[in-house]
């Protein structure tokens, strides 16, 4: 479990971090998004223990990261931003080097490597030095060494950047394998990672917390969620004037090769559009039904909140 | 402080000194610089004395410009790379790095120094030196390297820049050396009432290896390297938790 208070972090006069909070349980997987900049990396800075908080709090596992450092630290396994490695050494000695820090001997620690080898895939390239490995290799040795020690809480900071599309299946594929046992926290920017294995996201923009819902909330937000198109070459006429008459319609407009029919936040109207026009025997071609997508609520609200500060000054001029 | 925690932090540290041409470098420009003071400066044969005073004589001069070249790597290369993120958020205190890291350094000296035993070997060819003098000035020589580390770890930590490390610690090394010369004490001598004066000198890494070089073991200078050793990794660690609240 990861406890978030108030969390604020301010490199000199700037707030890159505004007092956030939030609580992940087990079980969960939460997405973190939000564009670069807007003060992820700095949040999982700080409930790592990498940096001290200039206000609030961040707990692991009931343990405050600030007052039991070490307590913390055992139960969290962590990948970095960049995923920083020892280059000069190989994935034996450096993984060799994590298991004893994390307390394994022997038998023990040899069984615990094979272990997080198997997961991250490293088995071709165990004994070459880490700086010769591609870049998704390296990914997937920071991943190992957060693995190693199972560790309840894991805190991963763009786990699947730079890899290619079978890598990041793969690294997706072990994150909701364990995902049930612990408690994780990833960043991103990729929306459809949210999609495809987070439980729950989180935009943050401009260090603030914007948004914090499933992934289908999230959806929901969008302008277009549940919005009915009709693929037509001839338009009737009156027939946007028709359409929006219609219960739950908000507004009609026209796109390239037909008309866009807008619900009213959280109506359904493709049974209604789609029994109005088989009345009219429209000649419609298609009628295509969308899901808000993600990557339209992520502009949406972060451009909003990017603006804000910008409005703010003006103000006070 | 965990030992287990210090042993694989020393362990990482020190074999990784030996995957670069760092190592190598470092070694043969100590042992061939402390050669040829020896002989061409030192005057080790024209003394005709079966002791190694003319040798240890220039290891200050020596470490002041060589031991900033391995501290200056020890934190500030990890900042650089971003490897000192993994670090801090393994279950370590700041005390378990600093000390892992400062063993590994010290020892590395420490072999520096172990391989110019054939100078040892010359001098017991061509006299009769007095082996306990010889072995006293190793160990001071080996604790002086330390305090000059010592000063140079807590520099590292304050910087990702290695140059700016290094030159820093070259600095304030400058500094502690010097403190027993007339160059810094006759300009404190012209400004300070007696007591400070002599204060100032007793922080002079000459004035302390003067004795131990001679052969004279003193408790006190040994307490005194100790003590340097210990204050400023000390202050390395609290650098280290000033920076993670920046």
Redesign the interface.
């Known amino acids: 479990m990861i406890e978030v208070q108030s969390l604020t972090k301010d ?1 000199g006069s700037i707030r890159a971090v505004d007092n956030v909070t939030f609580t992940v349980r087990k079980g969960e997987v939460l997405g973190f998004l939000g564009p670069n900049g807007a003060g992820k990396s700095t949040t999982m ?1 700080m409930i ?5 908080p ?1 206000a609030g709090r961040a707990a692991v596992c009931g343990y405050d990261v600030e007052r039991h ?3 913390a ?2 139960r ?1 396994g ?1 990948l ?3 995923a ?6 190989t994935p034996a ?1 450096f993984l060799g ?2 298991a ?4 394994f001997r022997g038998a023990e620690q040899k069984k615990r490597i094979a272990r997080a080898v198997r997961m991250a895939q490293l088995e071709t390239v165990y004994n070459q030095p880490i700086d010769t490995l591609s870049k998704g290799f390296k990914r997937r040795v920071g991943l190992a ?1 957060a693995l190693l020690h199972d560790p309840e809480v894991l805190v991963l900071d763009e786990p699947t950047d730079g890899l290619d599309p079978n890598q990041k299946h793969d690294v997706r594929e072990i994150i909701r394998e364990m995902a049930p046992e612990k408690t994780i926290v990833i960043s991103t920017h990729i929306l459809e990672e949210v999609d495809a294995i987070c439980t729950r996201a989180i935009i943050i923009a401009a260090g603030k917390v914007v948004v914090d819902g499933t992934p289908k909330d999230l959806e929901a937000r969008a302008r277009k969620h549940q919005a009915v198109t009709l693929k037509m070459r001839n338009i009737p006429v009156a027939a946007q004037q028709m359409l929006v008459t219609l219960p739950g319609v908000l507004s009609v407009e026209s796109v390239p090769g037909g008309i866009q029919i807008l619900p009213k936040p959280g109506e359904m109207i493709y049974a209604t559009v789609e029994g109005f026009v088989r009345d009219k025997a429209w000649p419609v071609e298609d009628i295509l039904y969308a899901r808000g997508s993600l990557e339209d609520v992520f502009r949406e609200i972060t451009r909003g909140a990017e603006r804000a500060p910008a409005q703010a000054e003006g103000g006070r001029a | 402080m965990r030992l287990r925690n210090v042993r694989a932090i020393f362990a990482r540290e020190f074999i990784s000194y030996f995957t670069t041409p760092v190592a190598y470098v470092f070694l043969i420009v100590f042992l061939a610089l402390a050669g040829a003071l020896t002989f061409y400066i030192g005057n080790f044969f024209d003394r005709n004395q079966a002791d190694l005073e003319s040798f240890f004589t220039f290891h200050p001069w020596l470490y002041l410009f060589l031991i900033p070249a391995i501290s200056m790597r020890l934190w500030a290369e990890e900042r650089k790379s971003g490897t000192i993120e993994l670090l801090l958020t393994l279950p370590v205190s700041p005390w378990d790095a600093v000390l892992g890291k400062f063993l590994a350094a010290w020892l590395f000296s420490g072999l520096a120094l172990v391989l110019t035993f054939p100078i040892w070997l010359t001098v017991n060819f061509l006299g009769e030196p007095d082996n306990g003098a010889v072995l006293a000035g190793y160990i001071g020589s080996f604790l002086m390297a330390g305090a000059y580390l010592a000063i140079g770890s807590c520099l590292s930590a304050a910087t990702k820049n290695q140059v700016i490390a290094f030159v820093l610690a070259a600095a304030i090394c400058f500094l502690f050396t010097l403190g027993g010369t007339n160059i810094v004490l006759g300009f404190v001598a012209s400004v300070l009432p007696q007591s400070l004066v002599e204060l100032v000198a007793s922080f002079s890494f000459l004035n302390h290896f003067d004795q131990i070089k001679k052969g004279v073991i003193d408790l006190r200078d040994l307490v005194f390297f100790l003590s340097v050793m210990g204050v400023f990794l000390f202050a390395t660690t609290l650098v280290l938790e000033l920076k993670k609240g920046q």
């Not at chain 1, 790592?48 to 001290?52: E, N, P, R, S």
């Open positions: 490199f800075k790592t223990g990498f940096l001290a200039s450092p070490i307590k630290k055992e969290l962590y970095p931003e960049g920083p490695l020892y280059v000069d050494m000695a080097f994590v004893g820090i994390r307390g060494q």
